[in-house]
């Protein structure tokens, strides 16, 4: 089965300083993959997607993330951070076959200082 | 863009009470719709596959008589928790599709809280 792995639980970085959240996944073929942010009490926004193409993918608000095969990696990253950034970012791959049915890494937290 | 909505936001029940949770999807048609549970702090498990007309799909672990799925139409999937526990409560979200290969979007969620 596969299996998405965000090895980072808590991370604090400071207002303008640049990001990245690891993500990596078990998959057998070509995974569809997925970038969600949560704020406390609040469902699930997509950033970003991959199906296929341009391993290099742009998201909402500033957001890209990088497929990366050989390293079965798809890692988020932002340049300059807003303190409005605060939130639980997870990373999901898509069961063999469908974009619908996710399965979920267990999340990074993302605090910023001011 | 798609747009899902979940109905209530939270609820509160007394244990042993059943409590419906309503997902629609209001600007498609959603042949499939899914079903997570969030515990705080933790990620999302999914507990169900709903597909309309047919029976859900359970994953391992989820009792289905006590969280039963309903998808009478393609708008519209309910999650009701039968005789509710206060280990029941818990965040839950459910995600619609127009298929296999369609992404999913999202609902807002559904704070359980049983006393």
């Known amino acids: 089965a596969q299996s998405v792995t965000q090895p980072d639980i808590h991370i604090t970085v400071s207002e303008g300083a640049s990001l990245e959240l690891r993500c990596n996944y078990s998959y057998g073929a070509t995974p569809y993959l997925f970038w969600y942010v949560q704020s406390p009490g609040q469902g699930l926004q997509l950033l970003l997607k991959y199906f296929s193409g341009d391993t290099l993918v742009q998201g909402i608000k500033g957001f890209e993330a990088e497929f990366k095969r050989s390293q079965s990696s798809f890692n988020l990253r932002k340049p300059s951070v807003h303190w409005s950034d605060a939130a639980e970012y997870f990373c999901?791959?898509?069961?063999?076959?469908?974009?619908?049915?996710?399965?979920f890494g267990t999340g990074t937290r993302l605090q910023v200082t001011l | 863009g798609a747009v899902v909505s979940q109905h209530p936001s939270w609820v509160i029940c007394k244990s042993g009470t059943s409590v419906k949770i309503e997902c629609r999807s209001l600007d498609f048609q959603a042949t499939t719709m899914f079903w997570y549970r969030q515990f705080p702090k933790q990620s999302l498990m999914l507990m169900a596959t709903s597909n309309e007309g047919s029976k859900a799909t359970y994953e391992q672990g989820v009792e289905k008589d006590k969280f039963l799925i309903n998808h009478a139409s393609l708008t519209l999937s309910t999650l009701t928790v039968t005789s509710a526990h206060p280990e029941d409560s818990s965040f839950y979200i459910c995600s619609a599709s127009l298929g296999a290969e369609g992404e999913a979007f999202f609902g807002q969620g559904t704070r359980l809280t049983v006393v």
């Open positions: 999901a791959v898509g069961d063999p076959g469908t974009a619908s049915k996710l399965t």
